[in-house]
C-alpha cells in the first residue's frame, strides 16, 4: 500500500517523501479514503498511530480541491484539541504535509493574549486549531464565526471530557453548521464518548486500529511494586543503575515535577518539568530542549501528557501512578511510536493498588511486577487482576487477645515492664534487638516495627529520599 494509491494528489505526496513516511500506517490507510469522500468518521487510535496524518492530509487536499476561499473571521476546517501543546502540535502537522500549499493555517488556545489570535482571524483560516475554551472567547468577540466551517474534528476526545470541556464541546457543536464533516479521534472509548458520538455523527465509518483501550503491543510494560516514601531514591538509583539518559518522566503533582527535577539537577542530569502551572512560552522551551536532545530528562504531570510529540522516545517512567486510568494509556503512548519499540515503568505504591487495577482492567492484561533490590515495599501491594479486581489475601488468624488480662501489676504502676538492662520492650525493638528476653506469649502485643532503611538515598542528592512524591501539596495540577 502506498500513499499515491490512496488518492493523494501531488504536492501531499512530495511532503509526505520529504518526512520521510514510507508506507500509510493502518488508520491512514482507513481514514485518507473515507475523509476524501466527505465521509464522517470515528476512530479509536491511541498517539503514535500516524492518525494526524490520517485526517490532516485529506482534509488539506479537499480545501485545495473545492470549497470557495476562506472568508475574513471564518474557518473551513476546525480541529478542538484539549490542550495548547496539542494545539501546536498538529498545526505543526498540517504546516508540514501542507507545505507549498496556498492555504491559511492557525492555532488558538488560551494562556496567550487573545490579540493576536483576533488580528490572524482577520484573515480567515483555512484550518483553525483550537482549544474549546479559547475558540468560544474568540467566537463571543466576534472574531470568528463559524458558517463557513465544512469539517470538525475532535482530536483526542476522551482528554476532552477528562479535562471538563463537555459544556463547552456541546456550546461549539450547536453553533456550527448541521451540514458539515465530522471526524472523531478518542485514545479510548468510554460511554460518555459513545454518547458523544452518537449525537453528532452521520453514518460514521467506524476505524479501529488496535482493539479500543489496548495499549500499544510493541511497549514493554511492568510495575515496580515500592513505598511511597522510596519513591525518589528508586528512581535516582534506577537512573543511575539502568543508565537511563533520555527519559519522559511523569508525577502527580508540580511540587513532585519540581522536586523530581531539583534531585535529577543535583544528580548533575540535564532537566527540565512541564505542567499546568507553568506559563506556556516556558512549556513549549522545556519541550523543544526535551526534542533537540539539549534536556534529557522532562518530568511532567498529566496536563503534559497529551500533545507532546517526542519521535523514537525510548523510555515513560511513572513515578506515580495517573488517577484515571486512560492517562496511562495517554502516558506510555510516547512511546513505541510509529513502529519503535519502548520501555514503560510504573512505580505502585500501596495506595495505587486501584489505580493499578483500573489500569490492568482498561488494558486487559495484568501488569509484569519487578520489585528492586533495597526497595522492596514494606507496605505491600495488593496482587490486581486484569479484571480490575484487588484480590486480597485471606486475612491470617488473629492471635487472642491477651491485653485486657495484663498484669493487675503493670496497670498498677502504669508503666511498661523493663528488660535486662532497664529498657522498655518497645526501646529495644526500636533500635533492632529481638524481644528475646520476654519467653512465652508476649502479653503487650508489642508490634515490632523494621528498622532498617527500606530505601537508599539518591547518589548526589542532599535532600532526604524519603519526602513522598506527590505528597507534599494538594495543588491543582
Ligand atoms: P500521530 O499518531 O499522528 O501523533 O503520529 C505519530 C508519529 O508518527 C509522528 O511523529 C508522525 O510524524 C509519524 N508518522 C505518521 N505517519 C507516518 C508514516 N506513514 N510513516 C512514518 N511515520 C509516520
Redesign the pocket.
Given at each position: 500500500m502506498s500513499?499515491a494509491s490512496l488518492g493523494l494528489i501531488d504536492p501531499l505526496l512530495k511532503n509526505?517523501q520529504r518526512?520521510?513516511?514510507?508506507?500509510?500506517?493502518p488508520i491512514?490507510v482507513k481514514a485518507i479514503p473515507a475523509v476524501l469522500d466527505g465521509r464522517d468518521v470515528m476512530a479509536s487510535?491511541?498517539?503514535?498511530?500516524?492518525?494526524?496524518?490520517?485526517f490532516a492530509l485529506p482534509l488539506l487536499q479537499r480545501l485545495v480541491q473545492r470549497g470557495p476561499r476562506v472568508s475574513s473571521n471564518r474557518a473551513r476546517v476546525l480541529v478542538l484539541v484539549p490542550t495548547r501543546e496539542l494545539a501546536e502540535?498538529v498545526l505543526q502537522?498540517f504546516t508540514d504535509y501542507g507545505e507549498g500549499l496556498d492555504l491559511r493555517l492557525m492555532a488558538a488556545y488560551g494562556g496567550v493574549s487573545i490579540n493576536p489570535q483576533m488580528m490572524k482571524l482577520r484573515k480567515g483560516a483555512d484550518v483553525l486549531v483550537a482549544t474549546p475554551g479559547r475558540l468560544l472567547d474568540l467566537n463571543r468577540q466576534n472574531a470568528v464565526q463559524f458558517d463557513q466551517i465544512e469539517t470538525l474534528v475532535l482530536d483526542e476526545a476522551d482528554r476532552m471530557l477528562d479535562l471538563g470541556f463537555a459544556r463547552e464541546l456541546d456550546a461549539v457543536f450547536a453553533a456550527l453548521p448541521a451540514a458539515r464533516q465530522t471526524l472523531l479521534f478518542s485514545a479510548t472509548y468510554t460511554d460518555e464518548i459513545r454518547a458523544m458520538a452518537a449525537s453528532i455523527l452521520r453514518n460514521p465509518v467506524d476505524i479501529s486500529v488496535s482493539p479500543p483501550n489496548v495499549t500499544a503491543s510493541k511497549i514493554r510494560q511492568w510495575v515496580v511494586p515500592v513505598d511511597k516514601r522510596n519513591k525518589p531514591g528508586l528512581f535516582m538509583h534506577l537512573v543511575d543503575e539502568k543508565k537511563w539518559t533520555h527519559a519522559l518522566v511523569f508525577v502527580k503533582t508540580r511540587d513532585g515535577a519540581d522536586y523530581l527535577s531539583a534531585m535529577l539537577d543535583e544528580a548533575g542530569y540535564a532537566v527540565d518539568t512541564i505542567h499546568g502551572d507553568k506559563p506556556q512560552p516556558a512549556r513549549l522551551r522545556a519541550l523543544e530542549r526535551f526534542k533537540t536532545g539539549e534536556v534529557h530528562m522532562l518530568v511532567a504531570t498529566d496536563v503534559a501528557a497529551r500533545g507532546l510529540?517526542i519521535?523514537a522516545l525510548p523510555l515513560v517512567i511513572n513515578v506515580d501512578l495517573p488517577i484515571k486510568a486512560q492517562d496511562y494509556v495517554h502516558r506510555i503512548g510516547r512511546t513505541g511510536?510509529?513502529?519503535l519499540s519502548g520501555v514503560a515503568v510504573s512505580f505502585v505504591c500501596a495506595d495505587e493498588a486501584p489505580q493499578l487495577a483500573a489500569i490492568e482492567a482498561l488494558i486487559g492484561q495484568t501488569l509484569r511486577r519487578e520489585e528492586v533490590p533495597g526497595f522492596e515495599a514494606e507496605h505491600r501491594v495488593p496482587q490486581t487482576s486484569a479484571t480490575g479486581q484487588i484480590i486480597k489475601k485471606p486475612k491470617k488468624p488473629k492471635k487472642p487477645k491477651v491485653l485486657q488480662a495484663a498484669p493487675k501489676a503493670v496497670q498498677a504502676i502504669g508503666t511498661e515492664p523493663r528488660l535486662h538492662g532497664g529498657k522498655t520492650v518497645a526501646q529495644e525493638v526500636a533500635k533492632g534487638g529481638e524481644d528475646t528476653s520476654l519467653s512465652g506469649p508476649n502479653p503487650f502485643s508489642v508490634t515490632k516495627s523494621r528498622s532498617k532503611p527500606i530505601g537508599k538515598p539518591p547518589a548526589g542528592s542532599r535532600k532526604p529520599a524519603d519526602k513522598p512524591m506527590g505528597g507534599r501539596s494538594k495543588r491543582p495540577r
Open positions: 500513499f509526505v518526512l520521510n513516511y514510507q508506507t500509510p500506517t491512514q487510535a491511541q498517539t503514535g498511530t500516524g492518525k494526524t496524518a490520517g502540535q502537522s510529540d519521535d511510536r510509529a513502529g
